[in-house]
C-alpha cells in the first residue's frame, strides 16, 4: 500500500465527485416516474446505513483496508478469497463506469469515433493520475469541484432563465403508490450511487484524521444526495416524466433546452466537461482501490508494478463486457444490482460485521490487541 | 548502457584523479605556506598564472626592504593603489629599527579592510576577486587588503518586469549592490545573508537571503543542503543554480521564481522565502514557488484592492486564453460546428471556402510563424527590429489573408493568443504556456474538446503532483487552504491580509496589528490617524 495521507476535506471532496459521478448522468429512479427524487432520497438513507456498517467495521481496524481485515475477520484463506472478490468487484465497476461514459461520447457526440480510441485515452490520464498516488488525485478533486460548482451554478441559473421548468411535471406525487418507489430504491438508488461507498473502505486508512473520517464521508454523501435529487427534479420538470423515460442521457436533453438571446445555445460543453471530470474521478477511484487492494493482498511494496496491468485489464473489460450499449444497459439496470451489488455492498459487509462482532466483542478484548496478535502470527 | 555508465564512471574516476593530485600538490607543506624569499614568492605566482598580462606587480621600498603590491588590472580600483603609492610609501622615512611589517600595516589601513594571510591558497582568492597583496622580502606573511574596484553597470530601470507605481530601480550585475538593495528595503537585523562560493573554475558568489525568524528552518536548511550538493565547475547565470536545485527537471513549469525587482525579492523575504543571490547575474531566484505566485505583479500591491483583483483576474484569463485559445478554435470548428452560433458558424465558414488547410495546419503554421517572428526580433539589433514587425505585420496578417492561405479569424485567434500570453508578469511561466499550447492542439485536432478535456486533466494533474522545496506547488487552491485564499484569486485590502502565508512561513505569523481598517474621522476617535493607510 502507498505511504500516502489524505486530509478530512480531501476525502469530502472525493466522496463528492465520485458520488455525484455518473449517477447525474442517466434516469436515476426512472421506474419510480415523477417520483424519483423520493426514491434518490430513500437511498440515500439506506446509502447512509449502509456507510455506517462499513464505518463499524472501519472502527475496528483503522488502518487496514477491506482486504486486510477480512482476512482477520474470516481468517486468512476465506478472507483472502473475499479480499479476492472485492478485487474483481472493484475492477468490473470500474470498466462499466468507464464503458458507460466511452458510449455516452460515442453515441451523444463522437458518432464516428471507435469506443476503443475514446476509452484508452481516457484510460491514459487515469493511468498518470493513479501513478501519482492518492494525494496528487485528492488536489485535482478539490480543484475539480469547483469547476464543477462553477458550471452547475452557471447551468442552474440559464436554465431557470430560460423559462423551460415546469413545475406540474412533477405532480401527481404518489401517483401509483409506494410500490414503484421501493423497487426503485431496492433496485437501484440504494446500490447506485449510494452502496458504491464500499469503496470507501479501501480509502478511509488513507485519512489522516479518523474523527472527522466519517463526517466528512456522511457530509459528501448527503451533499451528492441533494445534488443529484436536485438535477432529477430539473430533469424531470423540464423534460416531462415520458420524454425523459426515453431519453437514454436526459442531462444533456435538459442542457439542450437552455437558449437565451439565440446567443447561448448548445452549451454540450458543460455537459461535456463534467462527463469528462465526473467520468474521470469515478474510474479513478474504483481503480485505485484495486491497485490498493491487489497491493494489499499479495503484499507488493510498491503497488506501482500492478498499475498498468490493472489498468489494461478495466480497459479490455470495459470493451468486452457488453456486445452494444443496449446490452451494457440492461445488464448494468436488471442483473448487476440483484446479482453483484447486493451481495458485494449489503450482504458480505454485514456477515463480516456480525463476525467482528462475535470474535472481538464477546472476548472483551481490544481489537487492536488482537490485530496485534494476528499480524504476528502472520508473519 | 553499461558501456555509458562505464564511460561515465572512468570519466569521473579521471577527473577526480585530477583533482587529487592538483590536491596532493597543494597540500605539501613546503607548498602551503608564503616563503621569505619575496622573488621566490613572485616567480611562483607569476608561474602559477602563466604569466598573464594583466597581474600588475608594483615595487616600492619600505626602509631597508624591498616589496611588492600584486593585484589584478581592472577588478582592483587603480587609483586608490596609486593615491596609496604616491602619498604613503613613496616620501615616507622609516626608522630601520621598527618592525617593518607592521609598519606597512599601519600604511595601508587607509585603503580598506585589512587582514594578514600566510597560507598560499589564500594568496590567490585574494587577488583574484580584487584584492591587493603586499609581499615585504623577509617575512613569510602578506597583507591582504580589500580593494575591489572594477567597472559596474549602473543602476537602472528593470527591463523585463515592468510596473507603474512600483520603484524604479533593477539588480545589477554585482552581488554586493544587489544585497544593499535589498537590505535599503528591510532595515531589520534579522535579515541574514549567508555567503557560498560555487563552481570549482569560477568560483562564484552566492549569497543566500532569508529573515530569520519568518523564513521557514527547515526550506532555509533544505536551500543549503541543495546548494552544497552542487558540484559543477562554472556558474555564469542565476539560471544554473535555478536548474540545479529545482525538484523536478521533468516539468513544463518553473519551481523556482526570478526578479530583476529588489521590491518583489523583498517582498518575498518578507513572505518567508529565501533568496538565492548569484553575482554576475541580475536576476535572484527566490524559492519555494508556488504556482499562483507567477501571476502577482508588484503593481497589484501598490494599487487599491479592488482594481487589483480585476486586473489579476484579467490576467488569469488570458493565461488560459494563451493556453487553450487556438485549440478552442481548432475544436470548435472541426468538431463542433453546432456549439458555434449559427450566424458566426456561416462567417466563419465563408471565409474558411478558400482555405486549403485543415484550421489544425492553419492555426499550426500561423502560430509556429508567429513564434519564429518574435524570436526572431527579440535577437535582432534594435535598428533592424522594428523592420521584422513590419513584414511580420504584413506577412501573417495581410498577405496571408489575401493569398488564402489563412482565414482572417484565425489571424485573430493566432493575435489574440499572442497578446494574452504577454500579459502573465513573468516570462518563465508564460513560455510554459506556449510551449503547451501545441500540445493542446495537436490533441483538439485529433478529438475535440473531449482531447483538450483530457490534455488539460493531464496537465491538472501534474501540476498537482509538483512540489517546490516540498511545499505542494497549486498550495492554497489543492491543497486547498482557506487562509492562504487572501492573495489568490482575489487581493484582499492590505489591512485584511493579517496573516503571512502558513504552508510557507513558520513560527511569526502575523502581519498587521489589530484595527488596521481606515475609517472617516467621525466613527471613532482611535481611528482618526489612521485614515492615510489605506
Known sequence: MENAKINGSQLFVLIVLFEMGSAILFNLGGEAKQDAWIAILLGLLGGILLFLIYYRLYKFFPDLPLTSYAQKIMGKWIGKIIGFLYIIYFLYIAARVLRDFGALLVSAIYTTTPLFVINTLMMLTIFYAIHKGIEVIARVGQFYIMVIYLLAIVGFILIISSGEIHWGNLLPIYENGWKPIFKAVIGQTLTFPFGEMIVCTMLLPFVNDQKKAKWACLGGMILAGINITITVIINISVLGVIPLSRSSFPLLNTIGRIEIAEFIERLDVFFMIYLVIAGFFKVTIFYYAAVAGSADLFQLKNQRIITYPIGLLILIASLTIAESYSEHVVEGLKYAPYFIHWPMQIILPIILLIIAFIRYNKKGSSPSGEQGNQGNQGN | ?534
Not at chain 2, 540545479?244 to 522565502?273: C, K, M
Not at chain 2, 516570462?427 to 504556456?433: N, V
Not at chain 2, 484569486?489 to 493579517?498: E, L, N, T, V, Y
Request: net charge positive; proline share 5%; charged share 20%.
Open chain 2, 1 to 534: 548502457m553499461s558501456i555509458l555508465s562505464n564511460w561515465r564512471k572512468n570519466k569521473n574516476k579521471k577527473r577526480q584523479n585530477d583533482n587529487y593530485r592538483q590536491e596532493l600538490d597543494r597540500q605539501k607543506p613546503e607548498n602551503q605556506v608564503i616563503l621569505r624569499n619575496i622573488d621566490e614568492n613572485i616567480f611562483r605566482i607569476k608561474g602559477e598564472l602563466g604569466n598573464s598580462s594583466d597581474l600588475v606587480f608594483r615595487d616600492f621600498k619600505l626602509g631597508s626592504l624591498r616589496g611588492t603590491a600584486i593585484y589584478i588590472d581592472g577588478l582592483a580600483d587603480n587609483q586608490m593603489i596609486s593615491d596609496f603609492f604616491l602619498e604613503s610609501i613613496s616620501d615616507s622615512k622609516v626608522d630601520s629599527n621598527q618592525n617593518l611589517f607592521e609598519v606597512l600595516m599601519r600604511k595601508t589601513i587607509g585603503l580598506g579592510n585589512i587582514q594578514t594571510i600566510t597560507n598560499w591558497n589564500e594568496v590567490f582568492d585574494s587577488f583574484l576577486s580584487g584584492n591587493t597583496l603586499f609581499f615585504l622580502d623577509g617575512y613569510n606573511r602578506a597583507i591582504d587588503v580589500e580593494t575591489k574596484g572594477w567597472e559596474k553597470r549602473a543602476i537602472t530601470e528593470p527591463t523585463s518586469q515592468l510596473s507603474i507605481r512600483g520603484p524604479r530601480d533593477s539588480f545589477t550585475e554585482t552581488i554586493r549592490t544587489n544585497t544593499a538593495l535589498i537590505r535599503r528595503r528591510i532595515k531589520s537585523p534579522n535579515l541574514w545573508l549567508e555567503p557560498m562560493k560555487i563552481g570549482t573554475v569560477t568560483q562564484t558568489d552566492i549569497g543566500i537571503m532569508y529573515i530569520k525568524g519568518i523564513a521557514n528552518e527547515k526550506i532555509v536548511k533544505e536551500v543549503k543542503e541543495r546548494l552544497k550538493r552542487i558540484d559543477i565547475d562554472s556558474v555564469l547565470s542565476s539560471g544554473y543554480i535555478e536548474q540545479l536545485i529545482e525538484d523536478q527537471t521533468w516539468t513544463n513549469f518553473p519551481t523556482t521564481y526570478h526578479s530583476e525587482r529588489p521590491d518583489i525579492v523583498a517582498s518575498q523575504l518578507l513572505e518567508g522565502r529565501v533568496a538565492i543571490l548569484v553575482d554576475s547575474s541580475p536576476f535572484v531566484v527566490t524559492v519555494p514557488a508556488l504556482f499562483i505566485q507567477f501571476f502577482q505583479s508588484p503593481d497589484d500591491y501598490y494599487s487599491r484592492f479592488d482594481i487589483s483583483t480585476a486586473i489579476r483576474l484579467l490576467r488569469i484569463l488570458s493565461f488560459f486564453i494563451a493556453f487553450i485559445g487556438p485549440s478552442l478554435y481548432i475544436a470548435a470548428t472541426t468538431f463542433h460546428q453546432e456549439m458555434i452560433p449559427t450566424t458566426l458558424l456561416i462567417a466563419i465558414a465563408a471565409q474558411r471556402e478558400a482555405v486549403p488547410f485543415p484550421a489544425f495546419v492553419e492555426a499550426f503554421i500561423m502560430e509556429v510563424t508567429f513564434e519564429i517572428l518574435r524570436e526572431a526580433g527579440l535577437r535582432l539589433p534594435r535598428a533592424v527590429g522594428q523592420a521584422v514587425s513590419i513584414v511580420g505585420a504584413l506577412v501573417i496578417g495581410q498577405a496571408a489573408v489575401q493569398a488564402g492561405f489563412v482565414s482572417p479569424v484565425m489571424v485573430i485567434v493566432v493575435s489574440i493568443t499572442a497578446i494574452a500570453n504577454f500579459s502573465t508578469p513573468v516570462f518563465s511561466m508564460a513560455i510554459s504556456a506556449r510551449l503547451l499550447r501545441f500540445i493542446l492542439m495537436i490533441l483538439a485536432s485529433i478529438l475535440g474538446f473531449y482531447g483538450l478535456l483530457l490534455g488539460i486533466t493531464f496537465i491538472m494533474i501534474h501540476l498537482c503532483s509538483l512540489r517546490s522545496f516540498g511545499i505542494p506547488y497549486m498550495m492554497p487552491l489543492a491543497p486547498f487552504s482557506l487562509r492562504g485564499q487572501q492573495d489568490v484569486f482575489i487581493r484582499f485590502p492590505i489591512w485584511a491580509m493579517k496573516n503571512r502565508p502558513k504552508f510557507i512561513s513558520k513560527g511569526n505569523l502575523a502581519r498587521t496589528g489589530e484595527n488596521q481598517k481606515p475609517g472617516p474621522p467621525s466613527q471613532g476617535q482611535d481611528q482618526t490617524n489612521k485614515g492615510d493607510q489605506g
